[in-house]
C-alpha cells in the first residue's frame, strides 16, 4: 500500500493581513520555518514540541543516571564525589519525574486527545502554547543551575532539614524549587485546559463512555494535576520564603513541624505517582486491543478502575512516611488504604491479560512494549504491596529496595508504555513507520538491561544497602550471594546495556527520518478515531466532524458483522476517509499564532531570577508577563474573517477554537 | 506571587474565543466558564494549602507577639463587611452585563474595585500597624504562616481589582454593548470565590481563639 495524494479537498485560510494588538506586534503569519513552530498554537505541532523536549531530558537524566551508577560499579568510587553525587541522583529524578515522563505523557495528550474524541483542536490553544513554553523555561531555569554554583542536592523530595541553607548553602534548591513552580504552572494551565477539551470538544455521539482509553486515562491524570499542583505550589512557596526571605516554615530549631513538608510534598506526591504512571495504562490500553484483533475486555472496567485509582490515590500519601512516627492508628488506615489501591491496579491487569486471550496476537514493537509493560509493572506492583505492610516498609524504609520498586513501576511501567506509544502513533505523526526490527533490540536490550539494573537492587535494598550511598567498599561488600560488591556492579553492567537500548532508539528515529518506510494510511488496523485521518493529520484534524454511533468508532466503520455474527470488513480506511472528505467543511478558520504565549512564559523565569538574585529583576518579569497578558487579553483567539485573503464573506465558514 | 497573576491573567482572557467560536459545547457550559471553574477547584487546594499551615503555626509565636495581642477585630471585621459588600456589586454588575446595559456594568464594575481596594488598602494598614508591634515576617512561624496565608489572598483580590479595571477598558473599545457579559461573569465567579475565601480565613484567623 501506499499514501493515497489527495488533492486538498477543504480551504485552510491563514489570516495574510493581520491586524495589530498592542499597537506594536502584529500578529505572526508565517506558515514555515521556525516562526511557524515558536508561535503556533496548533496542537499537534506543540504536541511533537513537548514530546522532542523530553525526550531530550530524558538523554540528560540518563546520562546522570549512567553516572550515579558508574560512581557505583567499583569499590572506592572515584567518578563523582559526593557533594557531585547528591547534586546527580537529585537531579536524575527530578528530570525523569517532571522534565521527561509528564511531559512526554502531556505532549502524547496534546497530540491524541483532540483527535480521539473528533475535535479540530483543544479548548484554549494560546494557554496550550503557553504551557509548553513554561515547561520548556521552567526546565531549563532547574538546570541552569549546574552552571552556576551547583544544582539542588537534597533529593527529590527535598527533606528538611537537608532542603534548608545550612544543608545546602548553594543556590541549587532556590533554582529547583522555583523552577518547579514555573513548571507547575504548565501543568496547571495545560490540566484546565485538557479537561475543558475533553469535557467540552467531543465529536456528536461521543459520549464519555465511546472515548478511548488513553483519553479517559488522560482526563483522571489531568484531574488528579489540577488538583494536586497547588498542594506543591504552597509547598515550594513556603521552601522558597524559608530560603530566600527568613521564614523558619521547616526549621526544628525555630519550632517548626519538618512533617509539614512531608505532609504537603507527598499530598502532590502520591497523585503524582498515578499521574505518571495512567497514561502509560492508556497507551497500552490502545495497543493491545489493536495487535490482539480483539475488543478491550472490559471497558468499563478499565474506565472506572483508572478513576478509582485517581479517587484513592488521595488517601495513601502518608505510605511514604511509616518511618516517621505517625502513630498506630494513621500507620493502619494509610496500610489498609495502599493494599486497598492494588485491586482498582490489578483489576487492570486482569483486563490486558484477558484482552490478550484468545486474540492473534501481533507481536509489533509497540505490542511488545506493552506486554513488557504488563509484566515489569505487575512485579513492581508487589514490591509495592510488600511496602504497603507497614512494620515490612519499616525495614525497607530508604534502602534500595524502595529504588528497586519505583524503578520497576516507573521505567517497567510508565517509560514501557511511553516507548509503546512512540512505535504505535509513530505513522500518525510523521507518516512513516520505525524500523520493527531495531525496535525489537530496543525492547529486548531495554528489558534485559532493567532487570539487570533494577532487579538485583531488590536484594541490595533487603540486605540493607541504604539508598543515595556514594560509595562503598570492599571490605563492607559481604559474602557468596548477598556480596553487596558483586550485584552493584552487576547493576552498573545492567544500566550499559539499558542505555545502548535507548540508544537504539535514538538510532532508529533518525534511520526512520532518512529512509523510513512510508506509511500506510492505517498500519495497524487500528479501531480509534485519531487513525480516521491522514498521516500525519492536516492542520484541521478533520474534513468535516465524524458523528460517532460506537466505543471504537473507526473499526466499527470498517467492519460490520455479517448473517453469522462474525465481524467482517465491508470499507477499508481509504473508503472510510473518503466519506469524510465528500462533506467537507468548506472555510474552515484555525486559531491564529501568536506572540504573546511565549511572551508571557519568557517573564517567569525572569522573575523567578530575580527571587533569588535581586527584587528589581523580578519587577522587570512581572512587567513582561502584564504586558504580554494585556497583548493576549486584546488579541483574538482567532483573527477576524476579514484578516484573511481573500477576505471570507460567506456564512459557512467553521470557527475553531 | 506574579506567577498566580499569570495564571489569572491566562485563564481568564481567553474570552475572546466566544466571539467567534462554535457555542456548541458537549456539556452546553461554555470553554471559559468551564475552566474558570476547574481553575477554582485548583484555587481550592492552594487556599487549603495555607490554611492547613497556618492552622499548624498558629500557636507558636516564639518570642513575638500573640495573635490576641495584636489583632484589632472591630478593625478587620469592618474591611471584611467592605469585602463582602462588593459582592453584591458584583452580582449587580453581572445583572448589568447579562441585559446588555454596559453603562451600569461599568458603574458597579468600578464600584466593586474600589471596594477591593478598600479592602486591600486596609490590609496594607494592618500590616503595617503589626509590624510596628513588632510581628515582622521572620518573627515567628505564627507571623510568618499569618503573612503568607493573608498576603496570597490579598494578592488574589489586588488581581481582580486589575481584572476588573482591565475588561472595564476592554469594554470602552468594544462595539457591540453586551459582548463581554461572560468576561463580567467569569470575573465574577473568581471575586466571589475570593470573598468566600476570605470568610474561611476571617472565622479562622480572627475569630476562632488560637
Avoid at chain 1, 540518563?62 to 568510587?77: D, F, H, K, M, S
Avoid at chain 1, 486497598?340 to 511488545?368: Q, S, Y
Avoid at chain 2, 453586551?178 to 468576561?183: I, L, P
Wanted: hydrophobic residues 50%.
Amino acid at each position: 500500500m501506499a499514501i493515497i495524494e489527495r488533492p486538498p479537498s477543504t480551504e485552510v485560510a491563514t489570516p495574510a493581513t493581520p491586524s495589530s494588538s498592542l499597537g506594536a506586534l502584529k500578529r505572526p503569519v508565517s506558515t514555515t520555518g521556525w516562526k511557524s513552530w515558536v508561535f503556533t498554537v496548533d496542537h499537534k505541532k506543540l504536541g511533537i514540541m513537548y514530546s522532542a523536549t523530553a525526550l531530550f531530558f530524558f538523554i540528560v537524566g540518563g546520562l546522570e543516571a549512567v553516572l550515579i551508577r558508574l560512581q557505583l560499579a567499583a569499590p572506592n568510587g572515584k567518578v563523582l564525589n559526593a557533594d557531585l553525587y547528591n547534586q546527580m541522583f537529585t537531579m536524575h529524578a527530578t528530570t525523569m519525574v517532571f522534565l521527561f515522563v509528564m511531559p512526554m505523557a502531556a505532549g502524547l495528550a496534546n497530540y491524541f486527545i483532540p483527535l480521539q474524541i473528533g475535535a479540530r483542536d483543544v479548548a484554549f490553544p494560546r494557554i496550550n502554547a503557553f504551557g509548553f513554553w513554561a515547561f520548556l523555561f521552567g526546565g531549563i531555569f532547574i538546570n541552569l543551575s549546574w552552571f552556576m554554583g551547583g544544582a539542588a542536592d537534597g533529593g527529590w523530595f527535598m527533606y528538611a532539614p537537608n532542603s534548608g541553607p545550612v544543608f545546602s548553602p548553594s543556590h541549587g534548591i532556590d533554582f529547583w524549587a522555583l523552577g518547579l513552580q514555573i513548571t507547575g504552572i504548565a501543568s496547571l494551565t495545560g490540566a484546565v485546559n485538557l479537561i475543558t477539551t475533553v469535557l467540552n470538544m467531543r465529536a456528536p455521539g461521543m459520549k464519555l463512555m465511546r472515548m478511548p482509553i488513553f483519553t479517559w486515562m488522560q482526563l483522571v491524570v489531568q484531574f488528579l494535576l489540577l488538583f494536586a499542583v497547588p498542594v506543591i505550589t504552597v509547598a515550594l512557596f513556603l521552601l522558597s520564603f524559608q530560603r530566600n526571605f527568613g521564614a523558619t516554615f521547616f526549621d526544628v530549631a525555630a519550632g517548626a513541624d519538618p512533617l509539614l513538608w512531608q505532609h504537603l510534598f507527598w499530598i502532590f506526591g502520591h497523585p503524582e505517582v498515578y499521574i505518571l504512571i495512567l497514561p502509560s495504562f492508556g497507551v497500552i490500553s490502545e495497543v493491545l486491543p489493536v495487535f490482539s484483533r480483539k475488543p478491550l475486555f472490559g471497558y468499563p472496567f478499565v474506565v472506572f478502575s483508572g478513576a478509582a485509582i485517581g479517587f484513592v490515590g488521595w488517601g495513601v500519601w502518608a505510605h511514604h512516611m511509616f518511618a516517621s512516627g505517625l502513630g498506630p492508628v494513621s500507620v493502619a488506615v494509610f496500610s489498609v488504604a495502599t493494599m486497598a489501591i492494588a485491586v482498582p491496579t490489578g483489576v487492570k491487569v486482569v483486563n490486558w491479560t484477558m484482552t490478550l486471550w484468545g486474540g492473534k496476537l501481533e507481536f509489533t514493537a509497540a505490542m511488545k512494549f506493552a506486554i513488557g509493560l504488563i509484566v515489569l509493572f505487575t512485579i513492581g506492583g508487589l514490591s509495592g504491596v510488600t511496602h504497603s505492610v507497614a512494620p515490612s516498609d519499616t525495614q525497607q524504609t530508604d534502602t534500595y529496595y524502595i529504588v528497586a520498586h519505583f524503578h520497576y513501576v516507573l521505567f517497567g511501567g510508565a517509560i514501557f508504555g511511553l516507548f509503546s506509544g512512540f512505535y504505535y502513533w509513530w505513522p500518525k505523526v510523521f507518516g512513516k513507520l520505525l524500523n520493527e526490527k531495531l525496535g525489537t533490540w530496543n525492547f529486548w536490550l531495554m528489558v534485559i538491561g532493567m532487570n539487570m539494573t533494577f532487579g538485583p537492587m531488590h536484594i541490595l535494598g533487603l540486605q540493607g544497602q541504604p539508598r543515595r550511598m556514594y560509595v562503598w567498599t570492599e571490605q563492607r561488600a559481604g559474602e557468596g550471594f548477598f556480596n553487596l560488591g558483586f550485584w552493584n556492579t552487576f547493576a552498573s553492567i545492567g544500566s550499559l546495556i539499558l542505555t545502548v537500548g535507548v540508544l537504539l532508539f535514538l538510532i532508529n528515529i533518525v534511520i526512520t527520518a532518512r529512509n523510513g518506510k512510508i506509511a500506510p494510511l492505517d498500519p495497524w488496523n487500528a479501531r480509534s478515531l485519531e487513525w480516521m485521518t491522514s498521516n500525519p493529520p492536516k492542520e484541521h484534524n478533520f474534513d468535516s466532524i465524524p458523528t460517532v454511533s460506537h466505543l471504537d468508532e473507526f473499526f466499527h466503520r470498517k467492519y460490520q458483522e455479517d448473517a453469522n455474527g462474525q465481524m467482517v470488513q465491508v470499507k477499508t480506511a481509504e473508503q472510510v476517509l473518503k466519506e469524510l472528505e465528500d462533506n467537507a467543511d468548506a472555510h474552515i478558520h484555525m486559531p491564529s499564532p501568536s506572540y504573546w504565549p511565549i511572551v508571557i512564559a519568557l517573564g517567569l523565569p525572569v522573575i523567578a531570577f530575580g527571587m533569588i538574585y535581586s527584587i528589581p529583576i523580578a519587577l522587570v518579569g512581572g512587567v513582561i508577563v502584564l504586558f504580554g497578558t494585556y497583548g493576549w487579553a486584546i488579541e483574538p483567539s482567532t483573527a477576524p474573517d476579514d484578516d484573511f485573503d481573500p477576505p471570507t464573506t460567506t456564512k459557512d465558514v467553521v470557527h475553531v477554537g | 506571587m506574579w506567577f498566580t497573576l499569570a495564571e489569572h491573567a491566562v485563564v481568564t482572557t481567553e474570552e475572546h474565543d466566544t466571539e467567534h467560536g462554535d457555542h456548541h459545547t458537549s456539556t452546553g457550559l461554555s470553554n471559559n466558564k468551564l475552566g474558570m471553574w476547574l481553575f477554582l477547584g485548583s484555587e481550592c487546594l492552594l487556599f487549603g494549602g495555607l490554611i492547613s499551615t497556618y492552622m499548624l503555626y498558629r500557636g507558636r509565636v516564639g518570642e513575638g507577639p500573640r495573635p490576641s495581642q495584636i489583632f484589632d477585630i472591630p478593625f478587620t471585621s469592618v474591611s471584611s463587611f467592605v469585602l463582602l459588600m462588593s459582592s453584591l456589586t458584583m452580582v449587580l454588575a453581572v445583572s448589568a452585563a447579562h441585559k446588555g446595559d454596559d453603562r451600569n456594568t461599568n458603574l458597579w464594575i468600578t464600584i466593586t474595585a474600589l471596594l477591593g481596594a478598600t479592602f486591600v488598602g486596609g490590609q496594607v494598614y494592618e500590616f503595617t500597624a503589626f509590624y510596628n508591634e513588632g510581628l515582622g515576617f521572620s518573627t515567628s512561624l505564627f507571623s510568618s504562616s499569618f503573612y503568607v496565608l493573608t498576603g496570597f489572598h490579598g494578592v488574589h483580590v489586588t488581581v481582580g481589582i486589575i481584572m476588573l479595571m482591565s475588561i472595564v477598558g476592554i469594554m470602552k473599545r468594544s462595539k457591540t454593548p453586551g459582548s463581554k457579559a461572560e468576561t463580567v461573569e467569569m470575573i465574577g465567579l473568581y471575586w466571589h470565590f475570593v470573598d468566600v475565601v476570605w470568610i474561611i480565613i476571617f472565622t479562622l484567623i480572627y475569630l476562632v481563639p488560637a
